[in-house]
């Protein structure tokens, strides 16, 4: 694991105006905008929505977003023209040009998870402050609003009889923040962020991200720069940190206004 080296999000811009091509890509939750109490709470801002028009639509720059939600979910929450929206770690990828292409198998994804939430619906009994999310590439078992002292038997629970789906289709279960989330090991954002290298291999490529399911696509940045979103230093494949979504957006201001002022100058 590198060492993390804390950054300022003017540093960071100024180090990438030098750079001629940039592919900004982005995790969503914890990185563009903050963590909320449930999924559904956890809205851009008009101005988020502004810079991210902006970047997308200037030639220097490709943006993604690259997210554990599903792509319709990301593209009713991100209504921006000219950038890539990846959703189920990188299942879905919607192009600039509006074409979905699917890096793996979705349908048969799609029949696994289905059980999967039939066991965790079991497990939870209706017991409140759980929230099930079923994103059709994986499942996510949200209790950052669920008594403490209930999480940890129902997670049990559910990790036990998931153990026969898990070993017969290869998958995998992770644990981020106040989320168990469970999906095919094939399945990751570091495939994602090799895909659009691949698209674009003369532009340096910039991961932001905040949780476990981001360290793939730190990873998977041979050449580019790979960003932790966390107040905390913890243990990552990022080589460098931004404290807060705040930040980030305090980033992405900056290095539109410079670039702007570039342009006009």
Known sequence: ????????????????????????????DGTLVPLAPTPAQARPSAELLRILKKLGGLPHYK?????????????????????????????????????????????????????????ARYC????KGFLLENKGYSLALHYRLAQPSMVQGVLNKFMELSKPLVKKHDLNILLGKKVLEI?????HKGKAVSYLQQLYPHSLAVYFGDDTTDEDAFRALKEGLSILVSPRNRVSAAKFKLN??????????????????????
Do not use: C, W
């Open 183 to 187: 999906r095919p090991s094939a399945i």
């Open 1 to 28: 694991m590198a060492t993390l080296t804390r950054i300022t999000p003017t540093a960071l811009a100024k180090r990438l105006l030098k750079v001629a091509q940039v592919f900004l890509m982005l995790d969503y």
């Open 244 to 265: 807060s979504p705040l930040e980030v957006l305090k980033f992405l201001t900056f290095l539109l206004e410079k670039k702007e002022m570039k342009n006009t100058g």
């Open 124 to 127: 939870l009994n209706d017991k």
């Open 63 to 119: 943006v993604a977003v690259i997210s554990g939600r599903t792509l319709s979910d990301l593209a009713n929450l991100l209504p921006v023209p000219g950038i890539f929206l990846i959703g189920g770690h990188g299942v879905e990828v919607r192009s600039p040009a509006g074409e979905v292409t699917y890096l793996l198998d979705h349908k048969h994804i799609t029949k696994i998870i289905n059980k999967l939430e039939q066991l």
